[in-house]
């Protein structure tokens, strides 16, 4: 029988600033759009943002919550599926935000770690078998650190959030060799905030580029486009405009990724 | 054994309690082929060892498979493991036992089947 295999899916970069947390919010939404029950997790713990871009006021339980083993992860789990136009659900599982909550999870130590990835791996059980969530996204902080590599390992499927940035482009090409290839992963590259992205020529010209720089399948290219800029980051982007070419593009990433299917 | 167990032994009991030694040694002696493969130097024990991401990434390739393996099962026998990574059922046997050597890996034995868990287990 043949089955979709990409079910957890993490958003990752090597530096911050390649649009992880838009490609997130939209990737989840747009996934919801197609009629799936989507749950979207900030696993950003050093900086998060989701509870502001989501505009979620106050939780009772936080994603940290979860891992550290107090709080089951229905209690975190907060219903959005009212924010989409859709059959679909949407639920965020939100990081704390608070000064103390943040210093709390740098100061982690490896057997906290390895327990989290436990907990991590665990939401395949109790969210996707159980509950029938077709698809988990985690938003992601940038570059080698526990909570990252954490959803990396618990993850399916990698998109690699990147720029034309230079010092961006070495390190992701770095990434892609020695982290997400040793844990065998799948990785679908996204270019983000690509420039002169008029013509169907230029667009060739980049897939070939990419293709030649990174080795790996180029997953989508998303222009620079001065109406995300203008959102501000206070709304889920494809909800809002659905016919903005920002929208097609999510979709047509959302699509893909569904209908990838493995033996 | 004395004399005395032995007599009050049925054969096919004997024979199960031969079965199992042969088994062990067997273990035994694919942990010391695969030492002589891969030489002493990753077998020494690690103080404090767990079984974290950043661990996982330091680890050579070929355990490190089997130890993500065990990651995401949390626990399971070498054939289990041998199924998922389509390596032999002997050579996962041995680098589990190396796991558990290095401290990574606890060993349980139930019955003739022996199961291998990470310490995360273990204190849920």
């Excluded at chain 2, 030489?39 to 355990?63: C, I, N, R, Y």
């Excluded at chain 2, 389509?86 to 139930?110: D, F, H, P, T, W």
Aim: hydrophobic share 40%; charged share 30%; aromatic share 6%.
């Amino acid at each position: 029988m043949k089955k979709n295999m990409n079910k957890i899916i993490a958003v990752h970069s090597y530096k911050g600033g390649t649009g992880k947390t838009l490609l997130s919010v939209n990737l989840a939404a747009s996934l919801a759009k197609l009629g799936k029950k989507v749950g979207l997790f900030d696993l950003d713990f050093r900086a998060p943002s989701l509870f502001a871009i989501l505009n979620i006021e106050n939780a009772d339980c936080w994603l940290n919550d979860y891992l550290n083993g107090v709080c089951d992860i229905e209690k975190v789990l907060f219903d959005l599926s009212d924010r989409i136009q859709s059959n679909g659900k949407l639920f965020v599982a939100v990081a704390n935000p608070g000064t103390e909550a943040i210093r709390d999870m740098s100061v982690k130590d490896r057997k906290w770690e390895m327990q989290a990835l436990g907990m991590l791996l665990s939401l395949r059980n109790t969210l996707l078998n159980n509950q029938e969530f077709d698809y988990l996204v985690f938003d992601t902080s940038p570059g080698l650190q526990y909570s990252s590599i954490n959803a990396i390992v618990a993850a399916d499927y990698v998109v690699v959030a990147t720029t034309g940035d230079r010092s961006d482009v070495d390190g992701t090409r770095r990434m892609l060799r020695e982290l997400y290839n040793l844990f065998e992963k799948k990785t679908g590259l996204v270019i983000n905030k690509v420039l002169d992205f008029t013509s169907k020529s230029k667009k060739a010209e980049v897939d070939e580029r990419v293709a030649n720089l990174y080795q790996v399948p180029l997953l989508g290219l998303v222009p620079c486009f001065c109406e995300i800029l203008r959102a501000e980051g206070n709304l889920i982007f494809v909800h809002d405009k659905p016919n903005h070419p920002f929208t097609k593009i999510m979709e047509d990433m959302a699509k893909r990724i569904a209908a990838s299917k493995m033996e | 054994m004395s004399r005395k167990e032995f007599s009050n032994k049925k054969p096919l009991q004997l024979l199960e309690k031969i079965r199992e030694s042969l088994e062990r040694i067997n273990e035994k002696m694919e942990v010391i082929i695969e030492i002589q493969k891969h030489g002493h130097k990753e077998l020494q024990l690690v103080p404090d060892a767990s079984l974290d991401v950043m661990t996982l990434l330091s680890m050579p390739d070929h355990l490190r498979k089997t130890a993500m393996t065990i990651c995401r099962c949390g626990r399971a026998t070498a054939q289990e493991v041998a199924q998922q990574t389509k390596r032999a059922r002997a050579v996962e046997s041995a680098y589990l036992n190396q796991l558990v050597i290095m401290g990574y890996l606890k060993k349980e034995r139930k019955g003739r089947k022996a199961y291998f868990h990470t310490d995360r287990n273990s204190e849920e």
